[in-house]
């Protein structure tokens, strides 16, 4: 079946500009988390959604960055006033929510701010 | 706050020689403890899992450990092999809610 999907892939912006990241889990899966990945390095959690609960919001760095969930479904990351430092891989991933714990992650989106 | 540390951050093995990676965690409410692979351009997809309520796991060349009193775990891969090449993630999360990652472990298997 389709895995988690991502776009854009790639994504050009200038510094002061707002961004939108869109992400597609898998098809019943209830969790679903945002990372940020800088060149070379780790995943930074960002925020994690399940199922209706409110949202773990406690790995966003900045009240510019803000994330929702509609329907259970698509979530969409939105980064205001872009800095450079903004500049990093986003990752999505899903997860059942059925005990079973391993994530499965979307090709994600290079956002570069200039 | 929870913190996931990881060592070493570079590993160049012989193909055919071992390879481990360790990790510590900060939060002892931590149960569940993955390892993701992440190949050049390619996203992180699991190779292996273990919960708190055993010690260890092991799957064909690969296996974790864990001790839950010194809050350690670490990645043992066997026989390595050039495709085994990657970043290999440590993390770890309680009932598999906010994950915290490790920093990333880079091994070379030299042919």
């Known amino acids: 079946g389709a895995g988690v999907s991502q776009s854009p892939s790639n994504k050009v912006t200038e510094k002061g500009k707002d961004v939108e990241l869109r992400c597609d889990p898998i098809?019943?899966?209830?969790?679903l988390y945002w990372y940020r990945q800088s060149l070379g390095q780790g995943l930074e959690f960002l925020i994690y959604f399940q199922g209706n609960s409110a949202p773990d919001k406690s790995g966003l760095p900045s009240d510019r960055f803000s994330a929702e969930r509609t329907g259970g479904s698509v979530s969409t990351l939105t980064i205001q006033r872009t800095q450079q430092e903004d500049s990093a891989v986003y990752l999505c991933a899903s997860r059942t929510g059925r005990g079973r714990y391993e994530q499965y992650f979307g090709p994600g989106t290079r956002l570069t701010v200039t | 706050g929870e913190n996931v540390e990881q060592h070493p951050s570079t590993l160049s093995v012989q193909e055919g020689d071992s390879a481990v990676i360790k990790c510590t965690y900060s939060?002892?409410?931590?149960?569940?403890f993955p390892w993701y692979k992440q190949e050049l351009g390619k996203r992180p997809q699991l190779i292996i899992d273990i919960r708190s309520n055993v010690g260890e796991k092991k799957d064909q060349r690969i296996a974790v450990t864990l001790n839950k009193t010194a809050k350690h775990f670490s990645l043992h891969i066997t026989e390595t092999q050039p495709e085994d090449s990657a970043v290999y993630f440590c993390a770890a999360s309680r009932e598999g809610f906010k994950t915290i990652f490790g920093a990333g472990t880079r091994l070379f298997v030299k042919a």
């Open positions: 939060d002892s409410a931590s149960n569940y």
């Open positions: 098809s019943g899966h209830t969790a």
